[in-house]
T-cell receptor, first 118, second 115 residues
Framework: NAGVMQNPRHLVRRRGQEARLRCSPV?????VYWYRQLPEEGLKFMVY????????ESGMPKERFSAEFPKEGPSILRIQQVVRGDSAAYFC????????????????FGPGTRLTVL | AQTVTQSQPEMSVQEAETVTLSCTYD???????LFWYKQPPSRQMILVIR??????QNATENRFSVNFQKAAKSFSLKISDSQLGDTAMYFC????????????FGGGTRLMVKP
């Protein structure tokens, strides 16, 4: 049983470049969440997606950040024109639909992608 | 808005002893889950234990147990027989039950288990 997978694990970008972070949820999970963790801080919610839909993006900066979860393939978090302040660990979590058998609202996390902007 | 507060930024405990990490939260919801996650130096977020608010009984997972006080909105984690591998950041987390279930995390407690 594969857990949540994220790649790359480490990503280095220069200011102004684009960063693309990928997340493959647990098989059968249709809910994906992205969180950001700045150094020495807790995780902060960014965006919540279901297949082909953005449900809540209230935690995501309005500019330069976008997310998608296509019908086929992984969820993508895209950061355009990165700045040094984007340096952080980005975590993806997935959960099954609420009300599905055995569902306990638990989110299972991937290993994270550590983005460093030079 | 929901808030989750962990008032102990750092704690230490001797190996084999017991330690309790505190967490308080604020919500107007009545039915919900609460979670403790562990983040070791590898940075992986690992679920430690889960509590259902409508259950009277405190959750237990091996050496880990919670003291859940719903009226006081308190959700502390007790680690018994501490092991060196328990050294990690510990985060209390609360989902937004009626708003997509996204988690609000506390600021974390850094636990050091000393040999």
């Amino acid at each position: 049983n594969a857990g949540v997978m994220q790649n790359p694990r480490h990503l280095v970008r220069r200011r102004g470049q684009e960063a693309r972070l990928r997340c493959s949820p647990v098989k059968g999970h249709s809910h994906v969440y992205w969180y950001r963790q700045l150094p020495e801080e807790g995780l902060k919610f960014m965006v919540y997606l279901q297949k082909e839909n953005i449900i809540d993006e209230s935690g995501m900066p309005k500019e330069r950040f976008s997310a998608e979860f296509p019908k086929e393939g992984p969820s993508i978090l895209r950061i355009q024109q990165v700045v040094r302040g984007d340096s952080a660990a980005y975590f993806c979590a997935s959960s099954p639909p609420r009300g599905s058998p055995g569902s306990t609202d638990t989110q299972y996390f991937g290993p994270g992608t550590r983005l460093t902007v030079l | 808005a929901q808030t989750v507060t962990q008032s102990q930024p750092e704690m230490s405990v001797q190996e084999a002893e017991t330690v309790t990490l505190s967490c308080t939260y604020d919500t107007s919801e009545n039915n919900y889950y609460l979670f403790w996650y562990k983040q070791p130096p590898s940075r992986q977020m690992i679920l430690v234990i889960r509590q259902e608010a409508y259950k009277q009984q405190n959750a237990t997972e091996n050496r880990f147990s919670v003291n859940f006080q719903k009226a006081a909105k308190s959700f502390s984690l007790k680690i018994s027989d501490s092991q060196l591998g328990d050294t990690a950041m510990y985060f209390c987390a609360f989902p937004a039950w009626d708003a997509g279930n996204m988690l609000t995390f506390g600021g974390g407690t850094r636990l050091m288990v000393k040999p």
